[in-house]
Structures are given as C-alpha cells and as structure tokens.
C-alpha cells in the first residue's frame, strides 16, 4: 500500500552496495532536497541497496512526510529561535549587543544543526529507504 512518501524510482545504477536511484520530481518534492535534481522534471538519489536490486528495477522508496517536517523544522526553526532570543536578551543591554548576540546564538545554531546532521547521518535516520522491488506489471 503506498503511502503519501512512497516515490516509484528506476534503478540506474548499482555500486558498491549503493543504487542510484532516478526519479520523476513531483509537485511535493519541489524544494526537499533530500535528492539532486536532475533536471526541471527529473530527480537522483543514492540510496544502500538493502533489497539487492539491479540496474533497471523499478523500486518504491520511501520518504517519511513526517522526517521532511522534522529536518525542516531542524534547519529553519532552532537558528531563527536562537537568533530571536540573542537579539532579545542582547538589546536589554544595548542596541550592538543585540546585533552581536543574535549573530552569534544563529550561529550556535548553525553549530548544533552540524552536530545533529552528523549523527543522523551515522544513523540514517533522515535519509529515504528502499521499501520493495516493483513487478513489471506493477
């Protein structure tokens, strides 16, 4: 049963354990970025081949709606709320402080967000997965 992250790709490529994996862009991948754009209409992704597919399957992979909503929550929410509270605590004690602080509780936040990108790539656990092999009549 597909569910709303489920993407139909075409196997281009095996390597290594890892099939690249090539897609038709639909109107709710317009700006994830979670694969590389090929082209206005197309989209690639590299994915472990968990399900020994081969070069020419057709493969269902899923990407969690939810995970897209958390990363992007990640990346836009903590450096904006970090930026808001230094602006807010810094301008009690003056207008530049405000400025300074708030420049650099972003950047801490930048920091944190490279922390926790490094281990949710150790655990894979923003990155889309193979769910099954597609029949030819499917």
Known sequence: MENSGDHIGLVTS????????????G????HCGACLTVGDSEMEIS???TLGAKEGDRVMVDLS?????QASLLAYAVPLVLL??????????????GLVLGVAACGLGYLILRIVEKKSTKKK??????????????
């Open 27 to 30: 109107s709710a991948c317009a």
């Open 47 to 49: 994915l472990p081949n």
């Open 84 to 97: 808001i509270a230094g602006v807010l605590v810094g301008s009690r004690i003056a207008d530049w402080a």
């Open 65 to 69: 709606p939810k995970r897209v909503v």
């Open 14 to 25: 095996v390597k290594d354990g890892t099939a690249q994996i090539h897609f038709l862009r």
């Open 125 to 138: 656990s923003f990155q889309p997965t193979m769910t099954r092999i597609l029949d030819d009549c499917e």
